[in-house]
C-alpha cells in the first residue's frame, strides 16, 4: 500500500505547526494527487496506507505506558540494559525534556493524524462513481480515516493534555498553530466518532474479522468512545461514567455487531486471531509483511536472550530475543514477599494458583501453545540430543528465572545472595519472570508469526462497563461482568474459590478491580492508564519506586526538539522548558 514521495512527505506535526504554509515541492517520481488515483484500488491503498503508520507506531505508546508503571521492569543484567539511566527514568517517573521516548509518541501520532487528513481530503475530491464505489462505500473509507485520526488524538490527549489541533494537510491555517485545551480536544474525538459510527460497517454475524481485519468498524468506533469516556475526569475533568456504560452495553448487547468472548484467554492473541469475535479491531500482521508486534519495544524482546533455543524458532523474521521486559518482583533478597499494594504483578496472579496462565510458556507443536509466563530452569535438547538449559549471554551461567531482582548468578534455585541490594541496577539475567503475551511458536510450525496485533477486544468493553457500574455502586453486577471473562482462567470445578461473590467467595473491591485490570490485560500497553486513572500513578510506591511529590508526571513533557521546531507550543506544567 504505497503512497507517492509526496505521501510519504507528509510533514511532522512539529513542521507543520511553525508556521510555514509553502508545502510545494519537486515530484520527482511524477505521482501527485492529480494522477496518482485511476484504479479502486489506488484509492483503497492510499486509504490504508496511514494504517500501517498507525500500526508502527504502538511501540512508543507500549514504552511509555508499561515501563512508567508497576508491573513491568528493564532492570541492568550484567551490564546491560542501562543505556544512560534510560529506562530508570520512566521507572522513578524523572524523565526529562531531552528523553525521546515521549517525542517519539509525539512525533508518531502527529505523522499519523497528518497521513490521515490528507486521504480524507483527497477522498473529498474524488468521485465514488469514477471509481466504482457506491455513496456507502466512499463514505465507510473517508470514515476509517476519521476514526483513525481520533485513535492517535486520544493517545495525544492521554499522553500530553495540551496538543495542537491539526484537522487539514493542506489548509493549515485550519490547525491551530498552538496548544488548545484539552476539552477542546476530547469534543473533536467524540464528535468525530460519533459521526463516523453510521458511516462504518457492522459486523453482522460471528466468526471473526477475516479479510476485515485492520478495518475499524461501528463497534469499534464505539470502544473507542468507551475509551475516551472512561478516561475523561482526568482528560477534561468531566465525569462521563454513564456515557461510557451506555456505549459499553450497547457493544455487549450487539448492537453494533456480532462478537463474544474466546473460550480461552490466549485466542484473541493467537496465530488466528483474525478468527477469533473477542477481537473487535486488530492490525493485521505476518512474517513477510508487517510485524510490529513481534518487535523489540512490543513483545518480542519479554524473553531471555537466548530463548531461541528453548522456543526452537532461531529463524523468526524478527532477529533474536533480547531481555528488556520482565515482570516486577514480587520477592525481596532474603526470600520474603514485599508488602507493595501495587506492582508485584506475579504475585497478584498467584493469589488465584489455578490460574492456567501462570503455566510455564511451552510450545506444544502444531501451533498451539500452553502458560504466559517463562520462569525457573529453562531446558532443551541439544543438536545432539542431550537436555541442556538456557544460559546467560555470556554463557557464564544457567539461567534460573526468579520472581526477584539480583545478582543471582549460578546459585542453586534455593539460595539468595549475599548482597540483598535490589533495585534496577542490581539485576543479572535471572532477575524478573519472563511472558510471552503473543505466541512465539517454533520454526517447525507453519503459523510461526502469523499473530495479528489485538488494539481491541470484547474483554476491554466489558471491564470497562463492570467498573462504571462499581463507581455506582453496583458492585455485584460489576462482579458478574468481570466473572464472565475471568471463568475461562480456572477449571470450572474451582470457580467458587476463584470468582467475585455472588457468583464466588472473592470480594470486589476498589484494589482488587485495579489488580484484576492488571491480570487481564498484562502488558497490554495500558497500565500506565488505569493506575492514573484510579488515582495511583503518583501517589502510589511499588517495588524501587516511591511516591512522587506532585502529579506533573501524569502527562509527559514536551521535549525540547519539539519545542525548538515550534516556539507556539507551551511546556506542560512542571516540566523545565
Not at 531471555?304 to 516486577?328: F, I, M, T, V
Not at 539461567?399 to 535490589?422: C, M, N
Request: glycine share 8%; charged share 25%; hydrophobic share 35%.
Amino acid at each position: 500500500m504505497k503512497f507517492s514521495k509526496y505521501i510519504l512527505g507528509a510533514v511532522l506535526a512539529t513542521t507543520v505547526f511553525t508556521g510555514c504554509t509553502n508545502l510545494d515541492e519537486t515530484l520527482y517520481d511524477q505521482v501527485g494527487t492529480q494522477n496518482y488515483y485511476n484504479t479502486k484500488m489506488d484509492v483503497v491503498r492510499a486509504t490504508f496506507r496511514p494504517f500501517e503508520h498507525a500500526y508502527w507506531s504502538i511501540q512508543s505508546r507500549h514504552v511509555l505506558n508499561e515501563l512508567s508503571a508497576d508491573q513491568l521492569i528493564t532492570p541492568t543484567r550484567d551490564g546491560w540494559w542501562d543505556d544512560g539511566g534510560r529506562w530508570r527514568r520512566l521507572h522513578y517517573h524523572t524523565w526529562t525534556v531531552e528523553d525521546g521516548d515521549a517525542q517519539t509518541e509525539w512525533n508518531g501520532c502527529f505523522q499519523g493524524i497528518m497521513q490521515a487528513n490528507y486521504v480524507i481530503e483527497d477522498l473529498s475530491k474524488l468521485s465514488p462513481d469514477k471509481f466504482g464505489f457506491s455513496e456507502e462505500e466512499f463514505n465507510n473509507l473517508k470514515a476509517q480515516c476519521r476514526v483513525l485520526r481520533a485513535w492517535f488524538y486520544i493517545r495525544l490527549l492521554d499522553a500530553f493534555r495540551n496538543v495542537p489541533l491539526a484537522v487539514s494537510y493542506n489548509d493549515v491555517s485550519l490547525n491551530s498553530a498552538g496548544q488548545v485545551e484539552p476539552k477542546k480536544v476530547f469534543d473533536f474525538i467524540e464528535s468525530e466518532l460519533k459521526e463516523s459510527i453510521g458511516l462504518l460497517s457492522t459486523k453482522e454475524s460471528l466468526g471473526g474479522n477475516g479479510v476485515n481485519q485492520g478495518q475499524w468498524t461501528k463497534a469499534g468506533a464505539a470502544a473507542l468512545l468507551v475509551r475516551l469516556y472512561l478516561n475523561a475526569e482526568k482528560y477534561v475533568g468531566e465525569d462521563h461514567y454513564t456515557d461510557c456504560e451506555t456505549y459499553a452495553q450497547d457493544i455487549v448487547d450487539g448492537k453494533y455487531g456480532a462478537y463474544q468472548l474466546a473460550a480461552t484467554w490466549d485466542a484473541p492473541f493467537d496465530w488466528n486471531n483474525e478468527t477469533c469475535d473477542e477481537v473487535i479491531f486488530g492490525f493485521p500482521g505476518a512474517p513477510g509483511y508487517s510485524f510490529w508486534h513481534y518487535q523489540g519495544d512490543t513483545y518480542w524482546w519479554t524473553v531471555p536472550a537466548r530463548a531461541r533455543y528453548y522456543l526452537n524458532d532461531a529463524k523468526a523474521k524478527a532477529g533474536d530475543h533480547n531481555c528488556k521486559y520482565a515482570a516486577s518482583p514480587s520477592y525481596n533478597l532474603s526470600g520474603n514477599l514485599y508488602d507493595y499494594t501495587l506492582g508485584m504483578p506475579i504475585q497478584k496472579f498467584r493469589k488465584y494458583p489455578e490460574d492456567v496462565r501462570l503455566k510455564l510458556y511451552k510450545n506444544l507443536g502444531n501451533n498451539k501453545r500452553e502458560g504466559l509466563f517463562l520462569y525457573g530452569s529453562l531446558e532443551y535438547k541439544d543438536e545432539n540430543g542431550k537436555t541442556r538449559k538456557i544460559q546467560s549471554p555470556n554463557s557464564d551461567y544457567d539461567l534460573y528465572i526468579r520472581d526477584a531482582v539480583g545478582q543471582f548468578h549460578g546459585i542453586a534455585a534455593d539460595q539468595w545472595p549475599e548482597s540483598k541490594t535490589s533495585n534496577l541496577t542490581t539485576g543479572d539475567h535471572n532477575s524478573g519472570w519472563h511472558f510471552c503475551k503473543y505466541p512465539f511458536y517454533s520454526d517447525d510450525d507453519t503459523e510461526q508469526m502469523q499473530s495479528d496485533y489485538t488494539e481491541i477486544r470484547l474483554a476491554e468493553v466489558i471491564y470497562s462497563l463492570a467498573e462504571c457500574k462499581f463507581r455506582k455502586g453496583q458492585v455485584d453486577e460489576a462482579a458478574k461482568l468481570l466473572n464472565s471473562v475471568r471463568k475461562r482462567n480456572y477449571p470450572q470445578e474451582s470457580w467458587l474459590r476463584n470468582l467475585y461473590a455472588p457468583e464466588g467467595q472473592v470480594q470486589l473491591t476498589e484494589s482488587e478491580l485495579l489488580d484484576e485490570w492488571g491480570r487481564e490485560f498484562f502488558a497490554e500497553s495500558r497500565r500506565r492508564i488505569d493506575l492514573i486513572r484510579f488515582g495511583k500513578f503518583n501517589t502510589g510506591s511499588w517495588w524501587d519506586k516511591s511516591a512522587d511529590t506532585d502529579n506533573h508526571t501524569e502527562i509527559f513533557a514536551i521535549t525540547r526538539e519539539v519545542l525548538n521546531a515550534n516556539h507556539n507550543l507551551v511546556q506542560n506544567p512542571g516540566y523545565s522548558k
